[in-house]
């Protein structure tokens, strides 16, 4: 990416003053990587404006804007063009204006949409449809970007960043490895109890009688933190990860596990699902949820499982069903913490041969 910073940077510094249009209807993606835009004209001495061109309707999005104090003016552009020598777009899938495009030069068109046919003219082109959000391709700009970000202005972008990825990805459910390289690069400095506030997610009513659940019937096995929460509607799934990432944080342990029965009554389902959470990047959490399931996988710090369980949803005792799904799953996962040195030390042996295999190659 650092080629591609230095290219952008290189694109906003030609002008002196470039307004930032959102195009189509201003949702949180298309608003954070504008405002990251102006953030980064900003720290490199061009002028900008953020102009929408549909005033925001949804009371979530004028939260956002209104809590994050985001500076956009509904505006038409074709009407202010006199005012800017350039025009940026963000999270649209045609970078053209009416009356603007061809009257002002376009310094930059980032977006994750399928291509359209139209041809592009840009200084700066970023169009990557894998990304499961524009703010992920910006926030992986600003990662690269020289002279970086200052810190007061990075958390509150990264902030609004967060959540224009959490928004467009539904919950980070269609994250791709791409949100997720933004994300892990962004959580550190997004506040997050601004982020709580805007998402409102871990205040909701259900996520906090799960947490008050997960609390009460938290085990502490070894180092590990480990709790059942009991059966939970499919529409709730979701907030075992928000209380997986909340008891991480709050506890004082290595690695957290989350897990619950998960019912979806309109399709007779029932799954287990369970939710890894570790602070150390060392920790090799595919490995372990691979000893248990195929059924599942991690990346850094983070990981999950599914045990489909429809068989046993006609089960007239719902108590003794989530008493067996419980010690089972329990017993599994202490099981994979007593053989977690084992897996990581086969690990190190593994790198370790290779190396010395490598040494006599050579
Ligand atoms: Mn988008």
Redesign the pocket.
């Known amino acids: 990416m650092k080629g591609l910073s230095n290219d952008l940077a290189a694109a906003i510094k030609k002008y002196k003053s470039i307004m930032i249009v959102v195009k189509g209807s201003p ?1 949180p ?2 608003i954070a ?1 504008s405002y990251a835009l102006s953030a980064i004209c900003h720290r490199l001495d061009t002028a900008s404006s953020i102009l929408i061109t549909k005033k925001l309707s949804l009371p979530e999005n004028k939260a956002f804007v209104g809590i994050l104090k985001i500076p956009i003016s509904f505006a038409q552009p074709d009407k202010d063009r006199e005012k800017f020598d350039a025009y940026m777009i963000a ?1 649209y899938q045609s970078p053209s204006i009416p009356a603007v495009t061809g009257a002002l030069p376009c310094a930059a068109y980032i ?3 399928e291509s359209s046919d139209e041809e592009i003219q840009a200084d700066f082109i970023l169009k990557d449809p894998e990304a499961g ?3 992920s391709l910006v926030a992986l700009l600003i990662k690269d970007l020289s002279p970086p970000l200052e810190d007061t202005v990075m958390s509150s972008v990264a902030t609004a960043l967060l959540y ?1 990825i959490y928004t ?1 990805t539904d919950k980070y459910s269609h994250a791709s490895s791409i949100d997720y390289a933004a994300l892990d690069y962004i959580s550190k400095f997004a506040d997050n109890a601004l982020f709580r506030k805007i998402s409102s997610i871990p205040l909701s009513k259900t996520t906090l009688q799960m947490l008050n659940s997960a609390i009460n019937n938290k085990v502490l096995y070894k180092d590990w933190l480990i709790t059942g929460i009991g059966y939970i509607d499919s529409s709730h799934r979701d907030s075992i990860a928000i209380v997986a990432d909340f008891l991480l944080k709050r506890e004082n342990v290595p690695a957290v596990v989350v897990f619950a029965a998960v019912e979806n009554n309109a399709q007779k389902s029932l799954t287990l699902d369970a939710s890894f959470r570790s602070n150390s990047e060392h920790m090799n959490l595919n490995e372990i949820i691979k000893k248990i399931t195929s059924q599942g996988g991690a990346r850094k710090y983070k990981g999950a499982y599914q045990i489909d369980l429809d068989y046993f949803s006609p089960c007239p005792d719902r108590k003794m069903l989530w008493d067996v799904i419980e010690l089972t799953t329990m017993e599994l996962i202490k099981q994979s913490r007593d053989d977690m040195y084992i897996t990581e030390l086969r690990g190190f042996y593994k790198r370790f041969r290779n190396k010395v295999r490598d040494y006599f190659n050579q």
């Open positions: 949702d993606d298309a990587s999270d977006d994750h949409h959000a524009t703010s224009g467009d």
